[in-house]
């Protein structure tokens, strides 16, 4: 039996995967992959994973509108958002954050959208799963501003500096890595892989972006979540199992999910 994984940020629901989903699972779970979380990033992809999640067994969702649609945080579509927190399958706000790479809105718009949508996640007492693009220092400031977190967070694709990623944890983070993480450049995600407590790491594809090596440039799906698992495993001395367990039993206890039997593989 292969390791027992679960991909906690996807976007299945993306056009390149939506018309093959079940093949894309069963890939999936022929690679130890037993649940995928997808993220929605606007009103629209919230409302698809949510429909996912209630269909599939092995989907869950986080629910959410990124900084590129920050202004559908603040107005009354967040009330839907906050219905869609009901579900028992859906299990947390995201993608939400600030993005100053794009930059397609003004920062104060962005921040007032971030702010709404953990205190949001405080009020239902759930996780959020933040996107930051460019924006290490405010993402810092606003987490620093809505402490505590007793449900937790996660730093998505983490792209910042180990000391960085320390910060985050200390105020009830976890920190998820995804496909740069075996990219030959990328020597940050291999520090923060190398150096962030085992119990506050995560497991993601992003897919369909950000595909690991070697397939780099390629469309990214679930089932290539191991590679991600085998070079953590690579850069801390450890095996593949003991970071499949610990990544596994982290999504678990962050997401409110049950404990993960080796029986979803066979859903």
């Known amino acids: 039996m292969k390791p027992v994984l679960i991909d906690t940020h996807a976007h299945l629901t993306d056009e390149r995967l939506a018309g093959d989903i079940s093949q894309v699972l069963a ?9 995928v979380i997808n993220a929605g990033y606007n009103m629209d992809s919230s409302r698809a994973v949510y429909s996912l999640a209630g269909s599939c067994a092995p989907c869950y969702a986080v629910v959410g509108i990124q900084p590129s649609e920050a202004p559908q945080a603040l107005g009354a579509e967040l009330g839907e958002i906050a219905t869609m927190l009901a579900h028992p399958k859906v299990v947390g706000i995201g993608e939400i954050g600030l993005d100053y790479y794009w930059n397609a809105h003004p920062k104060e718009v962005q921040m007032a959208a971030f702010v709404r949508q953990i205190e949001l996640a405080k009020e239902f007492k759930v996780p959020f799963v933040v996107h930051d693009r460019d924006a290490h220092g405010d993402i810092l400031e606003a987490l620093n501003r809505c402490a505590p977190y007793p449900q937790g967070f996660v730093m998505h694709c983490f792209s910042g500096s180990p000391e960085f990623a320390e910060i985050c944890v200390k105020l009830g983070g976890y920190i998820s890595l995804a496909g740069p993480v075996t990219f030959r450049n990328a020597v940050k995600p291999a520090r923060v892989a190398a150096s962030v407590p085992l119990e ?44 499949a367990a610990q990544t596994t039993a982290n999504a678990c206890r962050v997401f409110g999910l049950k404990e993960v039997p080796e029986s979803w593989l066979e859903i």
């Open 27 to 35: 890939k999936a779970r022929e690679a130890g992959v037993a649940a």
């Open 200 to 243: 506050r790491l995560l497991l993601e594809t992003d897919c369909p972006y950000l595909t690991p090596h070697p397939y780099r440039g390629q469309l990214n799906h679930p089932a290539y979540l191991p590679l991600i698992a085998e070079r953590i495993a690579e850069l801390r001395g450890l095996t593949l199992s003991q970071v």
